[in-house]
């Protein structure tokens, strides 16, 4: 079965960083990752997402230039960097895995985490 297992998410002041993982188990290296977040009281959004190869990402308007996902097959282990944090960055941070090539606007996410919460202090 697949089990995505999120950790590093925690207190943090604005303008502090933070690096949250993803432990991925029973998925495939050809799956792609990514990140989305809820917010209270608001919806779930899209962050960041990373294609099976590694070579391609895409990243909502809002965390462009600060955040930073990456992967590690090797390990099955996927990261969210996230520089500059903001207070409007403060959600439950979700993992989640699709099958095949993440294709902005059209991805459906497979899979999921159970969520890290990040919190960011003024």
């Known amino acids: 079965q697949v089990q995505l297992v999120e950790s590093g998410g925690g207190l943090v002041q604005a303008g502090d960083s933070l690096r949250l993982s993803c432990a991925a188990s029973g998925i495939f290296t050809t799956y792609s990752m990514g990140w989305n977040r809820q917010a209270p009281g608001k919806e779930r959004e899209f962050v960041a997402a990373?294609?099976?190869?590694?070579?391609?990402?895409y990243y909502a308007d809002s965390v462009a230039g600060r955040f930073t996902i990456s992967r590690d097959n090797a390990k099955n282990t996927v990261y969210l960097q996230m520089n500059s944090l903001k207070p409007e960055d403060t959600a439950v941070y979700y993992c989640a895995a699709a099958r095949g090539n993440y294709v902005l606007g059209r991805t459906i996410w497979n899979y999921w985490g159970k969520g890290t919460l990040v919190t960011v202090s003024s």
């Open positions: 990373i294609n099976w190869s590694g070579g391609r990402t």
